[in-house]
């Protein structure tokens, strides 16, 4: 399971850790003596100290809504993908001649991001402050199970990581290269299997 709760929405309750504790206390009670007991405290711990920040490229307003187009999708946070899980989003704009957010009209927004599935979307129909090309959107609650479950398909480098503490940022994490995705990757041509050393042009195996 995901381990302990965490409110993601702005109505979503604490976790009642007391209550935890109660429970967890009465189901030791009844268990053999010498019993494990793991417990796992991740994401209550770390998702609430994560943010992905993310660029606005596009903007393509329709009839219903807007559709913004950001430069982070399921590579970067897999979970509103996956799970079609909530996250609070939160324009912090940054757009030259678009002004303050908080001078901007709220318009239901879905952000899609860069990636060629139709799933590849941080959040439909969201109301938030008219964003425009270039601003910066804030992913909250971003801390667990993101980079975590972050990939490289359609050969996408993952994101850097900073750390921040007592008004210090440090990269604690570099952003990706294109070089870093194929780094593992050998020649396959003439290639010796390790266990019946033969090689992979010898059993018919395609070379590139």
Same mark, same amino acid.
């Given at each position: ?9 702005? /109505? ?21 003596? *010498?019993? /494990?007991? =793991? ?55 940054? =757009?030259? &001649? ?17 990636? !060629?599935?139709? *799933?590849?979307?941080? !959040? ?9 090309? *270039? /601003? ?23 994101? =850097?990581?900073? =750390?921040?503490?007592?008004? &210090?940022?440090?990269?604690? #994490? #570099?952003?990706?290269?294109?070089? &870093? ?11 010796? /299997?390790?266990? *019946? ?12």
């Amino acid at each position: 399971g995901g381990g302990f709760g965490v409110p993601y929405r702005e /109505d979503d309750p604490p976790l009642d850790l007391p209550a935890v504790a109660a429970a967890t206390r009465d189901a030791i009670g009844t268990l053999p003596t *010498g019993t /494990d007991l =793991a417990i796992e405290p991740g994401r209550y711990v770390v998702a609430d100290a994560g943010v992905l920040l993310t660029r606005v490229n596009t903007v393509k307003p329709t009839p219903d809504e807007t559709v913004v187009g950001v430069d982070a999708g399921m590579t970067d946070l897999l979970r509103p993908a996956m799970y079609d899980a909530y996250h609070p989003i939160r324009n912090l704009g940054g =757009a030259n &001649d678009a002004g303050a957010p908080e001078t901007r009209s709220a318009t239901p927004v879905t952000v899609a991001g860069p990636i !060629c599935e139709t *799933g590849d979307t941080l !959040c439909n129909e969201r109301l938030l402050a008219r964003p425009a090309r *270039g /601003d910066l959107l804030a992913v909250g609650v971003a801390g667990a199970y993101g980079y975590e479950m972050a990939s490289q398909y359609n050969s996408r480098p993952r994101p =850097a990581e900073v =750390a921040l503490a007592d008004g &210090d940022a440090t990269l604690v #994490r #570099r952003r990706e290269r294109l070089a &870093d995705l194929t780094t593992v990757e050998r020649e396959a041509t003439g290639r010796t /299997d390790a266990v *019946g050393g033969e090689s992979n042009t010898e059993r018919g195996g395609a070379s590139r």
